[in-house]
């Protein structure tokens, strides 16, 4: 199994490990540096093996001259452990970990390749194995990729998020000592945050709170507005950096803010939040966009784009929270196209292939 280190290409991993251990498959696992610290917390350190890699600096082209000696040493190391393996299937979850080693693994013409794409647009390192994919897991169409080789599977969802999304509204707000009886305005920008929602927040704030509105505010790492700082302790306001319980959150939302990347895009279908998604304009070949647009084309969320502005936002929040019927339309349309056994899916797909090659 190949993945690079951010969360999107780890977790698939990390949620395959029960289905591997109850059907006794032997794996290795190849990852970059960023990736080993979350995988150990899950996998034994003996399955996996690192390979450090960067992607292509665009601007700062000095960054890419060591790519000149790590790029060879990548393929070669890559080269010996699948001789010495010797694999019966190989499956990939993007990143540019994945180069080196699908490159090595092009002499193994009979082995099956799985690759993973979530997004609607596939990165470059899913793009590059197309043709020597045998099947291309996916979450969200994409006329991009083969259409005879892809399978919808969906997105790993973590086992914790998949019961929260069990309880019922009320039930998720009596978990989190929410109130009953106001809207709730979920803001998420992601692990990281977002500052354009902690500036859209900031302008607005004493408009929801005037409006009785309650606010969950994931802040993220990112610096927060001066004049913000002092709702901290607002009884409207839960803030913090990161969150845990996200499916109660969002099981417990009126309505939710989020950007448009694959897993978070899942969770809210599989929570069947109404949603707006506000795309990161600072992802490659703006796939967010592309996630947010086919959902929306189906009517399973609202997208708002950046550059729209704070105006833009804040109207259709107001919109949304003022007609009940049409946040109920989301939810229904988003709980239909909700994947929740991906996990499951993805085992099934490699062991029949795994099985055709044995």
């Known amino acids: 199994m190949i993945g690079g280190g951010t969360a999107g290409h780890v977790f698939p991993l990390i949620a395959l490990h029960p289905f591997l251990q109850k059907h006794q498959w032997h794996y290795a696992i190849i990852t970059d540096p960023r990736g080993q610290p979350q995988l150990q917390n899950h996998f034994p350190p003996h399955h996996i093996r690192t390979i450090r890699i960067h992607g292509w600096y665009r601007k700062k082209w000095w960054k890419n001259l060591d790519l000149t000696y790590l790029i060879p040493w990548a393929f070669w190391r890559a080269t010996f452990w699948l001789?010495?393996?010797?694999?019966?299937?190989?499956?990939?979850?993007?990143?540019?970990?994945?180069?080196?080693?699908?490159?090595a693994a092009r002499h193994l013409r009979t082995i099956p390749l799985i690759l993973y794409e979530p997004n609607a647009i596939p990165g470059l390192a899913t793009r590059l194995f197309l043709r020597q994919a045998t099947r291309i897991c996916t979450f969200l169409p994409s006329d991009q990729l083969p259409k005879d080789k892809t399978i919808q599977t969906g997105v790993p969802l973590r086992p914790t998020f998949l019961k929260e999304i069990q309880y019922t509204p009320q039930q998720a707000r009596q978990q989190l000592n929410l109130p009953q009886n106001q809207p709730i305005l979920t803001i998420l920008g992601g692990s990281l945050g977002a500052q354009f929602f902690n500036e859209f927040l900031a302008q607005t704030l004493k408009h929801w709170i005037q409006q009785g509105v309650f606010i969950i505010w994931q802040t993220g790492k990112q610096p927060i507005p001066q004049h913000a700082r002092h709702y901290h302790n607002h009884p409207q306001i839960r803030m913090a950096p990161f969150f845990d319980h996200i499916g109660l959150i969002l099981r417990a939302s009126t309505l939710a803010v989020v950007r448009a990347g694959a897993t978070t895009l899942a969770e809210i279908l599989a929570s069947g939040t109404p949603a707006i998604a506000v795309p990161s304009p600072h992802v490659a070949d703006n796939h967010q966009e592309a996630n947010a647009r086919t959902l929306a084309e189906q009517g399973a969320i609202h997208l708002v784009r950046q550059q729209e502005g704070f105006q833009s936002l804040r109207k259709t929040i107001e919109h949304l929270l003022q007609n009940p019927h049409k946040r109920q339309q989301l939810a229904n349309k988003a709980k239909q196209l909700a994947i929740t056994d991906s996990a499951h899916r993805l085992f099934q797909t490699l062991q029949q292939y795994a099985n055709l090659h044995t």
């Open 83 to 103: 001789e010495r393996w010797k694999p019966t299937i190989i499956f990939a979850t993007g990143g540019y970990v994945q180069v080196p080693v699908l490159w």
